[in-house]
């Protein structure tokens, strides 16, 4: 009994130390400008959306009292990190899937030395690659481009996706693919419909993870990209006004970059929570 109480103050513990900051940023967007700097801070508040309005250009007279000039950016830069995470995420998913099956069913020359290449491109941090990539895209004609940054994140991505659906895929009986070709259907049509329903959680948890890299990235969205296809992390740390930086509507900006992952993951828990533990047991 003592020891249910104990585990239960801890894992409350947690949630508060976990939730705090989450909590924070949330009142923050909500929060009038004087209650942000209030000393101690403010726990009960009156709020206001005024943040949220001037995030997306709905009032914009509003703006001018936190010494905001002109329009805010954040719109279309949310617009392109929907776009450039999404595709990169379904780019990475798919082809690390059929890369993945195929190091699961067939024999492959150097399997291992392949595999440890393919993980290896996750091994050095983005920054080391940073001044390669800037070269190669400029000469590419890739800089500000909504392409270059979807096969720059999908490349990330792909050794993760492989590595990860290949266990999934693995655990997948091969007698079921087997037995839909003994009844005439070809590989490619047994891997559609009967390795495919069979991983999608993997494919599921696989795309999480994925898309939360993708959406998160900041560095190379900051160096090779300007105008057109920035992305909303930059946008959202570069939020100022003329007195210094706008506390409010970074904490709006921050709010709203959250709910697609929230709610991509709450789309897909059925298979999340399946996605997470298969493989766990050896058969």
């Known amino acids: 009994m003592v020891w249910r109480v104990a585990k239960g103050i801890l894992i409350t513990l947690a949630l508060v130390f976990f939730l ?21 801070p403010k726990f009960v508040f009156r709020g206001t959306l005024v943040h949220y309005l001037t995030l997306f250009n709905i009032r914009p007279e509003e703006a001018a009292k936190f010494g905001q000039v ?27 899937t059929f890369s993945a099956y195929a190091f699961s069913r067939f024999r492959v020359r150097g399997e291992n030395d392949l595999l440890f290449f393919i993980l290896s491109t ?3 941090p983005p920054i080391v690659v ?7 895209y400029r000469a590419l ?22 590595w990860l659906m290949k266990g999934f ?13 003994v009844d005439g259907y070809t590989r490619l049509e047994a891997f559609f419909k009967v390795i495919l329903p069979q991983a999608l959680s993997g494919i599921a948890a696989t795309a999480v993870f994925c898309l939360i890299a993708a959406w998160n990235e900041f560095f190379f969205a900051l160096i090779l990209t300007s105008e057109k296809a920035r992305t909303a992390p930059p946008s959202i740390a570069a939020i100022q006004g003329t007195s210094g930086i706008n506390w409010g509507q970074i904490a709006a ?8 992952v929230v ?3 709450f789309l897909v828990r059925k298979y999340l929570a399946r996605g997470l533990t298969f493989g766990v047991i050896k058969r």
Do not use: C
């Open 169 to 181: 895929i693995d655990e997948i009986p091969r007698e079921f693919e087997e037995a839909a070709m």
């Open 122 to 124: 996750r091994m050095l």
């Open 70 to 96: 002109g329009k805010s950016l954040f719109p279309p830069r949310f617009l392109n990190s929907m776009i450039i995470a999404g595709a990169s995420t379904v780019l990475s998913v798919a082809l690390g």
């Open 130 to 136: 940073g001044i390669p990539f800037f070269v190669v």
């Open 253 to 260: 900006g921050v709010t709203v970059f959250l709910l697609p």
């Open 263 to 265: 709610v991509f993951t």
């Open 20 to 40: 705090l900051p989450i909590y924070w940023i949330v009142a923050t967007s909500f929060k009038q400008w004087p209650d942000i700097f209030a000393i101690p």
């Open 141 to 162: 004609g890739l800089i500000d481009t909504h392409i270059g940054l979807i096969l720059l994140y999908m490349t990330f991505n792909l050794s993760f996706a492989v």
